[in-house]
């Protein structure tokens, strides 16, 4: 299961999954798990994107739910997403979607 070190940070990334509409990711964010490769590329794709979207929100001033800054709970997900996969076998999916950043 993805642990979270916040609850905030669960809420988050779903509210960006919504956002970009991606559903494959919005059901790994609910089940707690990637059953995977192509799951784990997904997870870690969306990660990038995610934090595409919350920085033009933030330049757009885009009111969200929460006090701190997208770079606070990014760096919070970043961790959370990151020791998941790799914890279950699945670091270098995300070593390839993030080399390509």
């Given at each position: 299961?993805?642990?979270?070190?916040?609850e905030?940070?669960?809420?988050?990334?779903?509210h960006?999954?919504?956002?970009?509409?991606?559903?494959?990711?919005?059901?790994?964010?609910?089940?707690?798990?990637v059953?995977?490769?192509?799951?784990?590329?997904?997870?870690?794709?969306?990660?990038?994107?995610m934090?595409?979207?919350?920085?033009e929100?933030?330049?757009?001033?885009?009111?969200?739910?929460?006090?701190?800054?997208?770079?606070?709970?990014?760096?919070?997900?970043?961790?959370s997403?990151?020791g998941?996969?790799?914890?279950?076998g699945?670091?270098?999916?995300?070593?390839?979607?993030?080399?390509?950043q």
């Amino acid at each position: 299961m993805i642990e979270y070190r916040f609850e905030e940070e669960l809420a988050y990334a779903k509210h960006y999954a919504n956002k970009l509409e991606d559903g494959v990711v919005e059901k790994i964010l609910s089940s707690g798990e990637v059953k995977n490769n192509d799951e784990a590329l997904r997870l870690s794709s969306f990660f990038w994107k995610m934090v595409d979207a919350s920085i033009e929100d933030e330049e757009n001033k885009t009111k969200l739910p929460w006090v701190e800054g997208a770079e606070f709970w990014n760096e919070k997900l970043m961790y959370s997403l990151s020791g998941y996969l790799e914890r279950s076998g699945y670091e270098s999916e995300w070593d390839e979607v993030s080399d390509k950043q």
